[in-house]
């Protein structure tokens, strides 16, 4: 029975082409490989930024910001906005 299982599984070669041992490249592509890469420096705004504000003269400040706050809502003032419900 074991011998029975096995045959039906067996592996069977197909013959092997005799022109691949006369030339081994016959069917296979050349692969072309691709250059290096070269690396670059980094080039970035904030350096050339921070030079900018190193080489021109600095700034006067004669316009100072003045903070000018909101009016608060009455409602708020009035006391909690709350709406019970009884069930």
Request: a neutral charge; aromatic letters at 6%.
């Amino acid at each position: 029975m074991f011998a029975l299982v096995i045959g039906r599984h067996q592996f069977r070669a197909k013959p092997v082409n005799a022109e691949i041992f006369v030339n081994p490249t016959l069917g296979i592509k050349k692969v072309i490989p691709r250059e290096c890469t070269v690396p670059e420096e980094f080039h970035m705004e904030t350096e050339d930024r921070l030079k900018q504000r190193h080489t021109n003269e600095p700034h006067e400040k004669t316009d100072e910001f003045e903070f000018h706050a909101r009016p608060v809502p009455k409602a708020i003032l009035e006391g909690p906005v709350v709406s019970i419900v009884h069930r």
